[in-house]
């Protein structure tokens, strides 16, 4: 299967929660990312968390890391119609000496309905 | 300041031509990467590249090659192009132990005919 799993789609209401899933299988991943495009654009790093951490929160968005099931999810709080765009989940593993061999899941299309 | 560029931002060609995209850090990164975005959004490494290593994904055909005239810089070549090489390719720097994050450009919509 694949490394990194996300759902294709979620519709919200404008002003709702968002919750966006991933699981991954390495669970040697130091690094775990969300990454945000828009349509037309680059990928934007939303925001990333360290594998020996269980939570980070940065404004409206909070990523909980559940490293004994392998899931990650990233939590956007007050959804706005702005944030309509598809998001990536990826695990980062060793590439040579770096960790930019980013495994990303097929990407997570949020709708936000006003 | 963009961070990473990339330029062209479309890139229309006929088959069996040769291409270039360029791509630029100003974050002094020593890393720097090629991803390419299929017709169904799926992402995958191609290239990694700093002054040490050339680290290649064994599923990249030999038609592609990257040229870092210096570290600030690593360019894309292709040559003979093929319908199926028609995707979105993504440059990247960042992503060592120093500087966790990875930082897109772009990209670069490349359209084979």
Known sequence: GEDVEQSLFLSVREGDSSVINCTYTDSSSTYLYWYKQEPGAGLQLLTYIFSNMDMKQDQRLTVLLNKKDKHLSLRIADTQTGDSAIYFCAESKRYGGSQGNLIFGKGTKLSVKP | ?113
Not at chain 2, 24 to 53: A, C, P, R, V
């Open chain 2, 1 to 113: 300041d963009t961070a990473v560029s990339q330029t062209p931002k479309y890139l229309v060609t006929q088959m069996g031509n040769d291409k270039s995209i360029k791509c630029e850090q100003n974050l002094g990164h020593d890393t720097m990467y090629w991803y390419k975005q299929d017709s169904k959004k799926f992402l995958k490494i191609m290239f990694s590249y700093n002054n040490k290593e050339l680290i290649i994904n064994e599923t990249v055909p030999n038609r592609f090659s990257p040229k870092s005239p210096d570290k600030a810089h690593l360019n894309l070549h292709i040559n003979s192009l093929e319908l199926g090489d028609s995707a979105v390719y993504f440059c990247a720097s960042g992503g060592t132990a120093t500087n966790e994050k990875l930082f897109f450009g772009s990209g670069t919509q490349l359209s084979v005919l």
